[in-house]
């Protein structure tokens, strides 16, 4: 199978920051995204790595390691409102399949 | 205003029977997808459309059926439900090309509840 880990949960504090990690094994890869998710609504997309490196964007950045099967996802300035969950896809090469990681489930708190 | 439109937003069905997810984009996109969410656990790929064209398909059960009548429309049909199919099934679309094929735009979901 496809698999791709995040952890449940993870806590912060207003003003700080947040590293939302996933690791992942397919059996292929055509890049990685991440997508927040607020409870009871759609996946919402954030960012779209498949180069290794980080990937400043501002609030979000990205990290990228294919050798390792590994990326994170960083929130700084936390703002209560960035409290949700933040899911890991993995792109494979056909297409336009995702494969999901669980989600993390952020919570900031102030 | 919303640009995928998902219908109904909340369903209870009885087992056995059969319903209908619809589903339509206003964005221009080329390909349609069908996503299910259960608790707890990741969202599951379940069909991709392309030009109303069936192009992946990792829903093992038959009783899953997609249906695009056009371009911008891909309905789901379930028949024979089980009250494992309690999810909330979420439609989406993007463009098909290399560069762009990473971002979904989700409509809000379809939460069905099987008793």
């Known amino acids: ?6 952890p449940d949960n993870l806590m912060s504090v207003e003003g700080t920051f947040a590293r939302v990690n ?9 890049g990685l995204s991440w997508y927040q998710q607020r409870e009871g609504h759609a996946p919402v997309f954030l960012s779209y790595v498949v180069l290794d490196g980080l990937k400043d964007s ?13 990326s994170y996802l960083l929130l700084t ?18 297409y336009n399949v995702l494969y999901f990681g669980s989600g993390t489930k952020l919570t900031v708190e102030p | 205003d919303p640009k995928i ?3 109904p937003k909340y369903l209870v069905a009885v087992t056995g029977s ?14 349609m997808y069908w996503y299910r969410q259960s608790a707890k ?25 997609p249906q695009s009548s056009k371009k911008n429309h891909l309905d789901l049909q379930i028949t024979a439900l089980k009250p494992d199919d309690s999810a909330t099934y979420f ?10 094929g990473n971002t979904l735009y989700f409509g809000e979901g379809s939460r069905l509840i099987v008793v």
């Open chain 1, 1 to 6: 199978g496809q698999g791709v880990e995040q």
């Open chain 1, 22 to 30: 996933c690791t992942y094994s397919t059996s292929g890869f055509n």
């Open chain 1, 58 to 70: 501002g609030h979000f950045s990205t990290f990228l390691s294919r050798s390792n099967g590994y």
């Open chain 1, 77 to 94: 300035e936390l703002q209560i409102k960035d409290s949700a969950s933040y899911l890991c896809a993995v792109k494979m090469p056909n």
């Open chain 2, 5 to 7: 439109i998902q219908k």
């Open chain 2, 18 to 31: 059969e319903k209908i997810l619809i589903c339509e984009q206003y964005l221009g996109h080329n390909a």
């Open chain 2, 41 to 65: 656990k990741p969202l599951e790929f379940m069909f991709s459309y392309s030009y109303q064209k069936l192009m992946d398909n990792q829903t093992a059960s038959s009783r899953f059926q």
């Open chain 2, 91 to 100: 439609c989406a679309s993007s463009l098909r090309d290399k560069n762009s």
